[in-house]
């Protein structure tokens, strides 16, 4: 995600536009009701205090002139007088006020009527009512939003500053590979003269925190160097140990499946730490990515498979209806596909294992106990064992299964019936289709 788009700068920005604009409308609102105060509220009133003082000249002198000033003009019609000396647009008008259109005059008009029946017309000009507004209302507006602007751009340049530390520290922060942060940057020496307060507090436990990573990663890769080498040698021991002893002929039938039990335990303790080395590597397995015949890799764990069932009467089939190549590691489709084979292999008493491979998808079905519903919903919960629980198991191999399907990306499907056997299907759904 962009950091322009949802970064600290641009969200301080927004913020003061919106506070400005907001600032504007409310000082332009403002405005716009000083504006009209002063047109329908004072001038009103200075018409009529303008009115009243003429009737008062009027009654001590009879020739009183009616106003005629730059910004007003007055007309008086006598009681029972002609209006025809009226402007046309004020013969029509009632007593009160009145604005005329601008086709009219544009004026604001009061009409009055006294007790002896005299009309006093006074106009006051329009043009000199939106002049008053303007050097009034918007003059003061123009320079109230600019010192608004000015103060909004200061106090965001003043923001600015205060959390560019932050944003800083943020950008180093997202800079660092999650395997292996590099936490030199924020080293007390290394740190902006800028970065105080509660960002240092902050820089100070990121470098702590990511220097504790960088130890735990070391010693997790010595951990699994060590223990992919310790652990492998005593089995390779007990497997060379094993075959030796298997080609003894004069081994008893009780020996020999001792022997073959063994064998077996060997086997599945090495797949467990094959398997285990490779989970406890975080996105890193340590193997090499190979482009490998996905076939080759089936028909060498069915042959391993074969010993598991030995004195039962199931076969053991593989069906290459189609092949395809796969860039990994092989050693990971060999652990995820031995851990299926042995788990179909260790609940089927009798019947058939067939494992089938198809363009994009591989079976592995068996004939096996099966499972009902609400067993499938947890089989791949570790240490669960669904089907006959008498057999031996850890109960791990399924959960080995799903976590390794979904580090690749290779999704992994279980169909069953309790009775009629398991069908797992591994799906390849990043496989370009076949030519």
């Given at each position: 995600m962009s950091n322009a788009r949802t970064g600290l700068r641009r969200k301080i920005w927004v913020a003061f536009i919106l506070q400005a604009a907001a600032i504007s409308f409310a000082a332009v609102l403002g405005v716009y009701g000083a504006s009209a105060v002063l047109k329908h509220v004072l001038i009103q009133q200075a018409l009529q205090e303008e009115a009243g003082h003429y009737w008062e000249r009027l009654k001590a002198d009879s020739q009183a002139q009616v106003p005629d000033t730059y910004n007003m003009t007055g007309y008086l019609i006598p009681a029972g007088g002609s209006n025809?000396?009226?402007?046309?647009?004020?013969?029509?008008?009632?007593?009160?006020f009145h604005s005329l259109s601008r086709a009219e005059g544009g004026s604001l008009v009061l009409v009055e009527r006294d007790a002896n029946g005299h009309y006093l017309y006074l106009l006051f000009k329009q043009e000199q009512v939106d002049s008053l507004a303007f050097w009034f209302g918007v003059t003061p507006l123009a320079i109230v939003l600019v010192v608004i602007y000015i103060i909004a751009w200061s106090t965001y340049r003043t923001s600015k500053r205060a959390v560019s530390p932050v944003i800083w520290l943020a950008g180093q922060?997202?800079?660092?590979?999650?395997?292996?942060?590099?936490?030199?940057?924020?080293?007390?020496?290394?740190?902006?003269?800028d970065v105080e307060g509660e960002t240092l507090v902050l820089a100070s436990s990121l470098h702590d925190f990511a220097s504790r990573i960088e130890s735990f990663v070391e010693r997790e890769r010595d951990f699994t160097r060590d223990a992919s080498h310790e652990l492998r040698t005593p089995l390779t021991v007990i497997r060379v140990a094993g075959d030796m002893m298997a080609g003894d002929e004069s081994l008893s039938p009780m020996s020999r499946r001792a022997l073959t039990r063994i064998q077996g335990a060997g086997?599945?303790?090495?797949?467990?730490?094959?398997?285990?080395?490779?989970?406890?590597?975080?996105?890193?397995?340590?193997?090499?990515?190979?482009?490998?015949?996905?076939?080759?890799?089936?028909?060498e764990?069915?042959?391993?498979?074969?010993?598991?069932?030995?004195?039962?009467?199931?076969?053991l089939s593989f069906d290459r209806q189609a092949d395809f190549q796969l860039h990994a590691p092989a050693r990971v489709l060999s652990v995820l596909l031995s851990n299926l084979l042995r788990n179909a292999c260790h609940y089927t008493d009798e019947g058939q294992v067939k494992v089938t491979v198809r363009r994009g998808s591989i079976d592995v079905a068996d004939t096996g106990v099966g499972m009902s519903a609400d067993e499938l919903a947890r089989v791949f919960e570790p240490f669960y064992r669904a089907g006959d629980r008498k057999k031996d198991g850890q109960g791990i191999g399924l959960s080995i299964v799903q976590r390794l399907s979904q580090r690749y990306g290779w999704p992994v499907t279980l169909r069953s019936e309790p009775g009629r056997g398991t069908t797992a299907t591994i799906s390849f759904p990043s496989l370009p289709p076949s030519a």
């Open positions: 025809e000396v009226l402007p046309e647009p004020l013969r029509m008008l009632s007593p009160g922060v997202q800079r660092w590979d999650p395997k292996m942060p590099e936490s030199s940057a924020l080293r007390p020496e290394n740190l902006p003269l086997r599945d303790m090495e797949a467990l730490i094959e398997a285990f080395l490779i989970l406890a590597r975080e996105g890193d397995t340590g193997l090499p990515d190979d482009d490998f015949d996905v076939g080759d890799v089936i028909e764990e069915v042959e391993k498979a074969r010993v598991l069932l030995a004195g039962k009467p199931v076969e």
